[in-house]
């Protein structure tokens, strides 16, 4: 049995690692003991909030698509969380995450379609051979890890009937960075929330080379992942922006 540390609440036992081969499967939220703060993360709030979007990625099997387990990657998140910033910056409230976990060597397909609003499923509107394609753009370094915190997320409402090539250099010229497919649907899965009409966004770090830009949007009321052209605009699209990049 692995010696329950501060991120572990009535965990059965697992093994394995980011190479190895995933032996837990997926299961129902486990809500255990409370969870007790750790000297760098001793806010309730962020730690409940980590706890709970840890729990999310268990119960939708994301360490088998991550071929670990839950042991390790939890070990994982409490690495992270150590490392969080505790400075607030949310320009607009209403628009503001403070941080998600993107499970990064989750595949980007399989990720996309657990992704729900409002219970309904998602649907991918990127062609399977077109979305392996997509890789970060120049002025985005992304960590070399299978899983780190995204953190002052902005759903980017004020970008909205901007053009994604225009948003880039506005996101950029403020010192943040624009998210990537993987970060997007990272957002969606833990706040489906910020998903909202007429305020969905573009995914402008992930390019293939061309015009095509990835977003996430709802129609029919469920999240969709397609692209749009670089250089339109819509009244109902912006562009996401965070503030750092956390790796352990």
């Known amino acids: 049995m692995p010696t329950r540390g501060p991120w572990q609440r009535g965990q059965r036992p697992a093994t394995g690692n980011f190479a190895g081969t995933p032996t837990v499967e997926p299961r129902p939220i486990d809500k255990g003991d409370p969870l007790p703060t750790t000297a760098a993360a001793t806010d309730r709030t962020t730690v409940a909030e980590l706890e709970r979007q840890l729990e999310n990625l268990f119960r939708l099997g994301y360490p088998a698509l991550m071929k670990t387990s839950e042991t390790d990657l939890r070990s994982a998140v409490e690495r992270l969380a150590a490392r969080l910033p505790d400075r607030p910056s949310a320009?607009?409230?209403?628009?503001?995450?403070?941080?998600?976990?993107?499970?990064?060597?989750?595949?980007?397909?399989?990720?996309?379609?657990?992704?729900t609003k409002d219970d309904r499923p998602a649907t991918l509107m990127i062609e399977d051979e077109h979305l392996g394609l997509y890789a970060p753009i120049e002025a985005v370094d992304l960590p070399d890890a299978p899983v780190y915190l995204l953190t002052d997320i902005d759903t980017g409402s004020d970008l909205t009937n901007v053009t994604p090539?225009?948003?880039?250099?506005?996101?950029?010229?403020?010192?943040?960075?624009?998210?990537?497919?993987?970060?997007?649907?990272?957002?969606?899965?833990?706040?489906?929330?910020?998903?909202?009409?007429?305020?969905?966004?573009?995914?402008?770090?992930?390019?293939?080379?061309?015009?095509?830009?990835?977003?996430?949007?709802?129609?029919?009321?469920?999240?969709?992942?397609?692209?749009?052209?670089?250089?339109?605009?819509?009244?109902?699209?912006?562009?996401?922006?965070?503030?750092?990049?956390?790796?352990?």
């Open 91 to 115: 320009v607009r409230p209403e628009d503001h995450v403070p941080f998600v976990i993107v499970p990064a060597a989750a595949p980007l397909r399989q990720s996309a379609l657990l992704m």
């Open 165 to 248: 090539e225009t948003a880039v250099t506005t996101i950029l010229g403020r010192g943040r960075t624009p998210l990537t497919i993987a970060e997007g649907i990272a957002l969606v899965t833990q706040r489906p929330d910020m998903l909202r009409k007429n305020k969905c966004f573009s995914l402008p770090a992930s390019r293939r080379g061309n015009q095509q830009v990835p977003a996430i949007w709802i129609s029919q009321r469920a999240p969709k992942l397609g692209w749009c052209w670089d250089r339109n605009p819509h009244t109902w699209l912006g562009s996401a922006s965070a503030g750092e990049r956390i790796a352990g």
